[in-house]
């Protein structure tokens, strides 16, 4: 059955777009600092990581993000591919409580990693696109989903995950030390790799059809911000969402396409593209809207 588009008629889209606005200059400021010399590339154990998670800690607190437990942290212990060696880092996850009585139990995830390489003696893996600009995103996103919280029903929790280069660890801690019921979870959003919006506008989704009518829903609100989805109902694979897939939950995983930076030390600030980013950002935030503020059904389906 066609998927019936009724959320967002004109007034309404206008009146959400007109509260904290996703801007390039915003996206650029954080890729800026996640993706800098000064952190390093991220790596989980090192001070630069824990800057890292401080400032998203405060980026969520400043933008009314609350955190589940007393704090935004999720501490777990990451065994390091390169070396053996075991470290503490830490999950940030915050959430923004739905208005519906009953729909406020049911939660959405957004999430993306903050980690990537570090250095490799004096060779900084910045990790711009990977995934300091998802990162960027979910900040961004978290920003003017709060400044639009009246319009929510079920609630959003937000998740910025460490580790997850050293095998989707951060997230994989997550789901078996979950802090919501996972059943009551009912679709995870991932994003990884967000700054390389091409020409031609594509945005690659895999995951569309772990939901009803998914697939139709996800094509329809491209052309409302002008964004051509590749979508592919299965194609669950290669980062964090795998986690919650695997815990038979809907879900969805949105990146701009690979490059040939691809985690190497070329990919830096340089080479995002930020206005295409911020087109992509506010895609992902119709998204997160058209199945937060409706009671649309979001039953698990299983791809193979």
Known sequence: MKYIFLLFTLIFSREINAQCPITSEEL?????????????????????????????????????????????????????RRDSTKVKTWNVVGMIEGNDEYLKNEFIVLGAHYDHLGKLGEIIYNGADDNA??????????????????????????????????????????????????????????????????????????????????????????????????????????SDHVSFYKKNISVLGIHTGGHEQYHTPNDKVGLIKFDGEQKAANYIFDIIMEIASTNKNMEFIKQD
């Not at 139709?216 to 051509?228: A, D, F, V, Y």
């Open 28 to 80: 650029k400021m954080h890729v800026s600092y996640l993706a800098s010399d000064k952190m390093e590339g991220r790596y989980p154990g090192t001070a630069a990581n824990t800057k890292v998670v401080n400032y998203i800690s405060e980026n969520f607190r400043q933008n009314g993000i609350n955190p589940i437990k007393a704090n935004y942290l999720q501490e777990f212990v990451a065994q390091l």
């Open 133 to 238: 600009s998802g990162t960027a995103a979910l900040l961004e996103i978290s920003q003017k989903l709060g400044a639009n919280r009246k319009f929510l029903k079920r609630s959003i929790i937000f998740i910025a995950f460490g580790a997850e280069e050293q095998g989707l660890l951060g997230s994989q801690y997550f789901t078996e030390h979950p802090l919501v019921p996972l059943e009551k979870i009912k679709l995870m959003v991932n994003i990884d790799m967000l700054g390389r919006l091409n020409n031609e506008k594509h945005v690659y989704i895999g995951g569309g059809g772990t939901f009803p009518e998914g697939e139709s829903m996800l094509k329809i609100l491209g052309e409302q911000t002008q964004i051509t989805p590749i979508v592919h109902a299965g194609s669950v694979a290669g």
